[in-house]
Nanobody, 124 residues
Framework: QVQLVESGGGLVQAGGSLRLSCAAS????????VGWFRQAPGKEREFVAA????????LYADSVKGRFTISRDNAKKTVYLQMNSLKPEETGVYYC?????????????????WGQGTQVTVSS
């Protein structure tokens, strides 16, 4: 069992930055891949980024490549999402989730534990 709590969301102007955190409890977190997803109002949830258990592999949605960076600190059981040059269309609720194995699909397939989400609002 893994419990996830996201934090770091807020209101930021277009072009600004935020760093999201996903803090976990549970013994299996350090063995798990972690993904970040977002859901804008009225839209389906979409993949943003993922990282494997060691941090050696990362994966990004094309729309965020070069602007977002995912990282993890297994000693702190925390995964981060550094978001730079934010755009208004990236407003939404950001969720982190875990899965037991690494997957290169940019989708929410196989993610079995989810946090409650943190709101990110980017003003124009």
């Amino acid at each position: 069992q893994v419990q996830l709590v996201e934090s770091g969301g807020g209101l930021v102007q277009a072009g600004g930055s935020l760093r999201l955190s996903c803090a976990a409890s549970g013994r299996t977190f350090s063995d798990s891949a972690v993904g970040w997803f977002r859901q804008a109002p009225g839209k389906e949830r979409e993949f943003v980024a993922a990282i494997n258990w060691s941090g050696a592999y990362t994966l990004y949605a094309d729309s965020v490549k070069g602007r977002f960076t995912i990282s993890r600190d297994n000693a702190k059981k925390t995964v981060y999402l550094q978001m730079n040059s934010l755009k208004p269309e990236e407003t939404g609720v950001y969720y982190c989730a875990t899965r037991s194995t690494w997957c290169t699909a940019r989708a929410d397939l196989g993610y079995n534990y989810w946090g409650q989400g943190t709101q990110v609002t980017v003003s124009s």
